[in-house]
T-cell receptor, first 119, second 113 residues
Framework: GAVVSQHPSRVICKSGTSVKIECRSL??????MFWYRQFPKQSLMLMAT?????????EQGVEKDKFLINHASLTLSTLTVTSAHPEDSSFYIC???????????????FGPGTRLTVL | AQSVTQLDSHVSVSEGTPVLLRCNYS??????LFWYVQHPNKGLQLLLK??????LVKGINGFEAEFKKSETSFHLTKPSAHMSDAAEYFC???????????FGTGTQLKVEL
């Protein structure tokens, strides 16, 4: 139980295009989802927190117009990287948290990540 | 504010020998503490969590960790390493309530024959 999926697992795009990454909780309702960015051989950095039906809260230094987050339902959040540039190339990871159901309370469950490469 | 320090960026052990991955935390609140493991090109998997119940926490795959408030530590141990344990391990702290996580810098565990 408590599985989080991400799609796609890998994406390569041209500079200037936009890329959408989906994060789904498969067997629980995620009241809150988080988006992280991980650079090679580094730790995870929280980008934003999204609650279903409300605007995402972005961490300091993260451009909200660059990284659009939509948490349209209790099982789906999307991250859109707009006008992507090579410096946006990274490993993007989502996580989901729930206070009921199959998921342990107060525990974040992570997706497998999406490797974005911008040429 | 809260933070976590993983004292070793790399640990190398022989298969069958004990594993010790060190973590110290700093938190203004009663913390929840986690250990996650990340295998290459895979998502993070929860190994175990501490949330103010028993101070010795048992996790999956034979791992356990002990919360020591006096030492502000939450070290991860395993009696006998297996080749499949080779991965990156992250110690994570959060204010009780499980929302915003603060990650350590990670410890790369290498297991040799």
């Amino acid at each position: 139980g408590a599985v989080v999926s991400q799609h796609p697992s890998r994406v390569i795009c041209k500079s200037g295009t936009s890329v959408k990454i989906e994060c789904r909780s498969l067997d629980f309702q995620a009241t809150t989802m988080f988006w992280y960015r991980q650079f090679p051989k580094q730790s995870l950095m929280l980008m934003a927190t999204s609650n279903e039906g409300s605007k995402a809260t972005y961490e300091q230094g993260v451009e909200k117009d660059k990284f659009l987050i939509n948490h349209a339902s209790l099982t789906l959040s999307t991250l859109t990287v707009t006008s992507a540039h090579p410096e946006d190339s990274s490993f993007y990871i989502c996580s989901a948290i729930s206070f009921s159901g199959l998921a342990l309370a107060d525990t974040q469950y992570f997706g497998p990540g999406t490797r974005l490469t911008v040429l | 504010a809260q933070s976590v320090t993983q004292l070793d960026s790399h640990v190398s052990v022989s298969e069958g020998t004990p594993v010790l991955l060190r973590c110290n935390y700093s938190s203004s609140y009663s913390p929840s503490l986690f250990w996650y493991v990340q295998h290459p090109n895979k998502g993070l998997q929860l190994l175990l969590k501490y949330t103010s119940a028993a101070t010795l926490v048992k996790g999956i795959n034979g791992f356990e960790a002990e919360f020591k408030k006096s030492e502000t530590s939450f070290h991860l141990t395993k009696p006998s390493a297996h080749m499949s344990d080779a991965a990156e391990y992250f110690c994570v702290v959060t204010k009780g309530g499980g929302n915003k996580l603060t990650f350590g810098t990670g410890t790369q565990l290498k297991v040799e024959l």
